[in-house]
């Protein structure tokens, strides 16, 4: 059998990398080492162009507001077109609270209208009122006819609305998700996923990453089960924290 490699391509992890998101591309590659899978991690960063084909995951975690304007004006003049180009041949994208606002079409803040790469049928808008802060559980269904819960923390001043042709990732079953209203969080379009869990996200849910992994890998058959006691651990204290 020949050697299985995950290829990950990390999108600014010099400036989009806040509340250790970081941690999210360091459990992807313990996961891949425990079970013999190769692991090759790459980045793009300003002014680098991007080549669709050269990862299996593309990952945008979060930032602050500057370093968020930086990156969503070369996410439209630079990667745009090959992010696309991934999402068309039905690569995987995760992006996380900042990352994930950058995928709609647009994120307003006050008279400054920053644009999004329009993967997903959103928009957010910077609300006056309170930052939507605290832990958070959602019940997914990724695999169809089986539901499971992501949990994490979510922080964030801006208010995500999905279109009509947007899909939820889930349903919130504690804390305030896209814009503390409709019950909505996170976002997903086929392989593309966005999400205002942090935490990091993927240690705190381990099976998750093992999705990401799988589909990633195109392992139809699965995956190495691995002894998962201390991320069962983190997982259902993560649950514990949001109250689920």
Same mark, same amino acid.
């Given at each position: 059998?020949?050697?299985? *490699?995950?290829?990950?391509?990390? %999108?600014?992890?010099?400036?989009?990398? &806040?509340?250790?998101? !970081?941690?999210?591309?360091?459990?992807?590659?313990?996961?891949?080492?425990?079970?013999?899978?190769?692991?090759?991690?790459?980045?793009?960063?300003?002014?680098?162009? %991007?080549?669709?084909? +050269?990862?299996?995951?593309?990952?945008?975690?979060?930032?602050?507001?500057?370093?968020?304007?930086?990156?969503?004006?070369?996410? $439209?003049?630079?990667?745009?077109? +090959?992010?696309?180009?991934?999402?068309? !041949?039905?690569? %995987?994208?995760?992006?996380?609270?900042?990352?994930?606002?950058?995928?709609?079409?647009?994120?307003?803040?006050?008279?400054?209208?920053?644009?999004?790469?329009?993967?997903?049928?959103?928009?957010?808008?910077?609300?006056?009122?309170?930052?939507? &802060?605290?832990?958070?559980? &959602? @019940?997914?269904?990724?695999? +169809?006819?089986?539901?499971?819960? %992501? +949990?994490?923390?979510?922080?964030?001043?801006?208010?995500?609305?999905?279109?009509?042709?947007?899909?939820?990732?889930?349903?919130?079953?504690?804390?305030?998700?896209?814009?503390?209203?409709?019950?909505?969080?996170?976002?997903?379009?086929?392989?593309?996923?966005?999400?205002?869990?942090?935490?990091?996200?993927?240690?705190?849910?381990?099976?998750? #990453?093992?999705?990401?992994?799988?589909?990633? *890998?195109?392992?139809?058959?699965?995956?190495?089960?691995? #002894?998962?006691?201390? @991320?069962?651990?983190?997982? $259902?204290?993560?649950?514990?924290?949001?109250?689920?």
């Amino acid at each position: 059998m020949p050697e299985r *490699l995950l290829r990950v391509c990390a %999108l600014y992890p010099d400036l989009m990398n &806040i509340y250790a998101d !970081r941690g999210n591309l360091l459990l992807l590659e313990r996961r891949c080492h425990w079970r013999g899978i190769n692991f090759e991690l790459s980045a793009s960063g300003l002014g680098d162009e %991007l080549d669709p084909d +050269a990862a299996d995951l593309y990952y945008l975690g979060g930032g602050q507001d500057r370093d968020q304007r930086l990156c969503a004006l070369d996410l $439209a003049e630079t990667k745009q077109a +090959a992010l696309h180009a991934v999402a068309a !041949r039905g690569g %995987l994208i995760l992006a996380v609270c900042g990352g994930y606002q950058l995928l709609g079409h647009s994120y307003q803040l006050g008279d400054e209208e920053l644009p999004g790469i329009g993967l997903i049928d959103a928009v957010t808008v910077r609300s006056d009122g309170p930052r939507l &802060i605290g832990n958070v559980a &959602i @019940e997914v269904e990724l695999d +169809a006819g089986r539901r499971r819960v %992501l +949990a994490g923390f979510e922080n964030h001043g801006g208010r995500t609305h999905l279109g009509r042709s947007a899909q939820p990732l889930g349903r919130v079953l504690r804390g305030y998700g896209n814009n503390g209203r409709d019950g909505l969080e996170g976002a997903r379009a086929g392989n593309v996923i966005g999400t205002y869990l942090h935490g990091p996200l993927l240690p705190k849910n381990a099976w998750f #990453a093992d999705w990401l992994l799988a589909t990633a *890998l195109a392992a139809s058959e699965g995956l190495d089960p691995l #002894a998962d006691a201390l @991320e069962d651990a983190a997982h $259902a204290d993560a649950r514990r924290a949001a109250g689920v």
